[in-house]
């Protein structure tokens, strides 16, 4: 997992935002000691203060995208799973006796241990107990539909309840692999360090023309260091304050959630 994945929200924006601050300052102090450079040199770091500001947008643009576009793969699975889930559940109605009753409760289990699986956040025991439950219901109603077909292999009810059980278990892997994948790690680095250079500059700038403009420079800190926590935030979704959405499945689990006739 990302090392960044692993600092919390407030002391990461915090720790970002000092260091920032504190390379506009070095950057300030040395570029004050050329206070009486030519015009050429303060307009060669006035480009070069803009190229890497406008780098650094565009990074963080990027990493921004890669970020929401793994968010909404996350999002639509939570979907496409609570609908194969339900879809499997409505199937399930139309086999025989007794299995009808048992590959009811199963599922119904089932959405239990696929909610169990989120509200379990980055607690490793939890999970694992949450993955291991999930693990061994599919297995159970896989066994139950084998010895279903057995018996009537032609039957068009058990067909369609074995494709959608199918997409269930395949989607069970799907949401797995979802979430470990996380904008690379050396892109977050990259943007920390074009966005310490570009500051670096713009303080070295300020340092040339001899005005600190305190609160341009904190102000633009700030800014990218609370974007540098959104797209972590958003890349992370266990933890933090940007998490995916479970309605669709909490829905699924009221609309079952009642005694098996």
């Known amino acids: 997992m990302n090392a960044l994945l692993d600092i919390g929200e407030v002391a990461l924006v915090l720790a970002a935002l000092a260091s920032f601050l504190a390379v506009i300052e070095i950057c300030f102090r040395?570029?004050?000691?050329?206070?009486?450079?030519?015009?050429?040199?303060?307009?060669?770091?006035?480009?070069?203060?803009?190229?890497?500001?406008?780098?650094?947008?565009?990074?963080?643009?990027?990493?921004?995208?890669?970020?929401?576009?793994?968010?909404?793969?996350?999002?639509?699975?939570?979907?496409?799973?609570?609908?194969?889930?339900?879809?499997?559940?409505?199937?399930?109605?139309?086999?025989?006796?007794?299995?009808?009753?048992?590959?009811?409760?199963?599922?119904?289990?089932?959405?239990?241990?696929?909610?169990?699986?989120?509200?379990?956040?980055?607690?490793?025991?939890?999970?694992?107990?949450?993955?291991?439950?999930?693990?061994?219901?599919?297995?159970?109603?896989?066994?139950?539909?084998?010895?279903?077909?057995?018996?009537?292999?032609?039957?068009?009810?058990?067909g369609l309840f074995v494709r959608s059980l199918n997409d269930v278990i395949d989607l069970h892997e799907k949401r797995l692999q979802a979430l470990e994948n996380h904008v690379p790690e050396a892109v977050l680095y990259l943007l920390y360090g074009v966005a310490a250079v570009a500051l670096g500059f713009v303080g070295y700038g300020c340092g040339l023309d001899g005005q600190r403009r305190t609160v341009s420079t904190a102000l633009i800190s700030i800014l990218i260091a609370l974007v540098l926590m959104v797209i972590i935030d958003i890349d992370r979704p266990r933890r933090g304050l940007i998490k995916v959405s479970q309605d669709s499945m909490i829905r699924l689990k009221q609309s079952i959630d009642q005694p098996v006739q």
């Open 30 to 158: 040395i570029g004050r000691r050329r206070t009486t450079a030519e015009a050429q040199l303060k307009a060669h770091v006035s480009a070069l203060q803009a190229a890497l500001l406008g780098l650094l947008a565009l990074l963080l643009g990027f990493a921004f995208a890669m970020a929401v576009s793994r968010f909404d793969t996350r999002k639509a699975l939570v979907l496409e799973e609570s609908n194969a889930i339900g879809t499997t559940y409505l199937r399930a109605r139309l086999l025989p006796e007794p299995q009808r009753q048992e590959l009811k409760k199963l599922l119904h289990s089932y959405v239990d241990a696929r909610l169990a699986f989120y509200d379990a956040g980055t607690d490793s025991v939890r999970l694992g107990a949450a993955n291991t439950a999930a693990a061994q219901l599919s297995e159970r109603l896989w066994s139950l539909a084998a010895g279903l077909a057995e018996k009537d292999p032609r039957s068009v009810p058990l």
